[in-house]
């Protein structure tokens, strides 16, 4: 928690976007939004094991 009280509040469309996540925890919030600062330095982050890919711009990406 010591760096988590550093970090912005989510937004509104961010704890939307965090609606559909899988895995969540009291503290999750997505990576894309948290800002590289000073503050920061030493900061440690847990990738979710799992994650859904959605399109939300209408990207269809090709198979691989």
Known sequence: MEY?????????????MLDLAFG???TSQLGC??????ELDGIRLAIPPA???FAVDGYVPKAH
């Open 4 to 16: 988590y009280n550093k970090l912005e509040d989510p937004t509104d469309e961010e704890n939307d």
């Open 51 to 53: 994650t859904r890919n």
């Open 24 to 26: 969540l925890t009291e």
């Open 33 to 38: 939004q948290v800002i590289a600062k000073p």
